[in-house]
């Protein structure tokens, strides 16, 4: 179907799968998350709608969707939405603006009926008039980004007094870093967070380790743990990685050792070793108060990430009582 002059919207087939993967890499929204090998495992169901001219990609988003026509993040997915490819340095901002507009507008002529709509887009992703324009709501999340990683002695310099602190004080107290446990045990530790919040876990096993054989493959993952002197872990991150940019996707403590400082050290450590593989690293941040304010003291550029949503009436008020109420439901229906 051609739309504008030079354009054509249509959604690829699996087979094009590999040719959206490179354009994931190529433009500057693209990351990890939007990966196909990444989606075939975190949901059941996904479109790629992409908008070409003269046989090259040159905008896309991902449209995972669950049953009820649901489209929204899966799980372990903060980062979506439109794609773009790179701005051409000879061509005018206003030009480029222009040309954003036209292809984010045919984007959204193009999706699928819904009775919701609901995704978290890409920080570099900032132009949201065409959503406004089509009756989207845009709102406002917050992360945090070490932007460079290149130099790992000034970016221990930024931390905050408080993480340093923590640091030396797990060292202190013979607490190491290790990688030599797996999935199975980063879950429990994971876990503890959720059952000390009285909270149940939003994911489960089968899942993380559909997931971890993946990005172990791929060599797109990293798990560390922090143990006593006991030999007992006491914390846990797990990050996944590209070139671009590095992601603390979980993480987790024994709450009968919180303040030992485990968990900084476990966090310190992954930092380095992110930047030996990746330019950025990204606490994929927190609304919540507690969790935003430590996040914060690593000393990341605050980033802004925009939630798109639009739901019709009766979904929304579902939708609603679903939030509200997510603890419950996945303690009765387990998921």
């Known amino acids: 179907m051609v739309l504008m002059k030079d354009v054509n919207v249509r959604f690829l087939n699996e087979s094009e799968y ?123 999340r917050y992360t945090y980004v070490i ?68 990005l172990a493959k791929r060599q797109k993952r990293k798990i560390f743990f922090a143990e006593n002197n006991e030999g007992k872990i006491i914390a846990g991150v797990y990050i996944i990685y590209d070139e671009k940019c590095a992601y603390y996707l979980m993480g987790g403590a024994d709450p009968e050792y919180r303040n030992m400082g485990a968990q900084a050290l476990t966090l310190w450590e992954a930092i380095k070793f992110s930047s030996t593989v990746s330019k950025q690293f990204d606490f994929e941040g927190s609304m919540v108060r507690g969790i935003e304010s430590a996040f914060r003291q690593y000393g990341g550029t605050q980033k802004i990430i925009y939630n798109v949503n639009k739901s019709n009436l009766y979904t929304k008020i579902a939708i609603d009582f679903a939030r509200k109420n997510k603890n419950w439901i996945r303690k009765v229906f387990k998921v």
């Open 18 to 140: 590999e040719i959206w993967d490179e354009f994931v890499d190529a433009s500057p929204q693209g990351n990890i998350f939007n990966k196909s090998y990444w989606l075939k495992h975190v949901c059941s169901n996904f479109d790629i709608l992409v908008a070409e001219s003269k046989n090259k990609i040159v905008a896309g988003i991902v449209l995972p969707y669950m049953k009820g026509k649901i489209y929204r993040n899966p799980k372990l997915t903060p980062q979506l939405g439109v794609l773009l490819e790179p701005r051409d340095p000879k061509q005018k901002y206003s030009t480029y603006l222009s040309r954003e507009i036209e292809l984010s507008e045919e984007l959204i002529k193009s999706f699928p009926k819904f009775n919701q709509f609901d995704y978290n887009f890409s920080y570099n992703y900032t132009n949201f008039m065409p959503f406004i324009w089509n009756d989207f709501n845009v709102n406002v």
């Open 147 to 214: 932007e460079d990683l290149s130099d790992i002695d000034k970016v221990y310099s930024d931390f905050q007094y408080d993480i340093k602190y923590q640091i030396k004080k797990a060292v202190k107290s013979n607490i190491t870093v290790t990688d030599r446990y797996g999935i199975d045990e980063f879950y429990e530790i994971n876990k503890k967070t959720f059952d000390r919040q009285k909270m149940q876990m939003p994911y489960t096993l089968e899942l993380l380790k559909n997931i971890d054989e993946e």
